[in-house]
């Protein structure tokens, strides 16, 4: 989920301004890929929604429905949390066919939510490649940093090899403060969303990827040698009273593809599988502000039904 980034986002432009002029793109060594193997996408299953504060757990039945559709284009799959239903995504993408799944962790603090993902972990003999514990949570204040590295280290110490990270906004991880926290991790999952920052409208789709391949190539140098997954970037594809078209989803994904063709050391995850309708009504009991947009990253709609920008992509997964 997301919140308003207006505070720490002014800085981080100023930062980028410096960034853009290079963007062209000068290209440092090669780093060796890792976690990258499969086409990943981003996901959360249709049949889970939070309305009013009422949950719904997603279903087995749904999940398998989602994942079917999703497996001519996809065959590596990111989830955000180990609760209400989706700690069953691992073992059905595992059934499937599935290559890879990156574990995600909702609250780190949720003993839980850790036990669970254990189980998923042991249970599904190596589709799970890595985890990421907790997503924008150090930005949000949900959790204190220390909850992230304590269970990470309860991960590493069950699992010894399997890649553990966490998740947040790209600007935390320039910021000197954090930067021991972020070289810890087995490997940096950024989220990086041109649309959050001061400069950005709707029709600059090709400013907006040139951003978030300047913004991975920063973070490679601030910490070399450490993969960085693209954990989050996209574009919506609504609503059109914004500016926001498939048409410009579209755009965005192809300007990308076409910048990253051929580097292997940059390889995004794909924002998201499906629309949330929900995601709005969420964010606004906590955070000021019109978060329409966050109904509409998915490459299907709510209803399963493909956008333009999944076109970009050949059914082949390579």
Not at 242 to 248: A, C, K, M, Q, V
């Amino acid at each position: 989920m997301k919140c308003n980034r207006s505070i720490l986002r002014i800085a981080a432009t100023l930062l980028l301004l410096a960034w853009m002029p290079a963007i062209g793109l000068a290209q440092p060594q090669r780093q060796k890929p890792s976690l990258q193997a499969a086409r990943f996408i981003a996901y959360t299953p249709r049949s889970f929604s939070v309305v009013r504060g009422k949950v719904t757990p997603a279903t087995a039945e749904g999940i398998r429905s989602d994942l079917l559709l999703m497996k001519p284009w996809f065959d590596g799959v990111l989830t955000y949390s180990t609760t209400n239903g989706m700690e069953l995504v691992p073992r059905i993408a595992r059934e499937l066919g599935y290559r890879e799944v990156l574990l995600g962790i909702w609250d780190p603090a949720s003993r839980k939510e850790l036990q669970k993902a254990f189980v998923e972990i042991a249970r599904t003999e190596g589709i799970v490649s890595g985890v990421i514990v907790g997503n924008e949570g150090l930005y949000a204040k949900r959790y204190p940093p220390q909850a992230v590295l304590d269970a990470q280290a309860e991960i590493r110490r069950r699992f010894p090899g399997l890649p553990v990270s966490t998740s947040e906004p790209f600007f935390l991880m320039v910021q000197e403060e954090h930067r021991a926290f972020f070289a810890s991790q087995a490997f940096l999952a950024p989220n990086i969303h041109p649309v959050f920052e001061h400069w950005f409208q709707p029709e600059h789709s090709k400013e907006a990827a040139e951003m978030v391949v300047s913004v991975v190539r920063k973070l490679q140098a601030l910490y070399p040698g450490k993969t960085v997954l693209i954990h989050e970037t996209g574009m919506p594809s609504g609503p059109d009273r914004l500016g926001y078209s498939p048409e410009g989803q579209l755009s965005f994904w192809k300007q990308l593809q076409d910048m990253l063709h051929g580097l292997s050391d940059i390889r995004p995850v794909f924002f998201e599988a499906f629309d949330a309708p929900w995601k709005p009504g969420v964010m606004a009991e906590t955070f000021p502000g019109d978060h329409s947009p966050e109904s509409f990253w998915g490459f299907w709609d709510a209803r399963g039904v493909a956008k333009p920008v999944l076109h970009i992509l050949s059914p082949d997964k390579r």
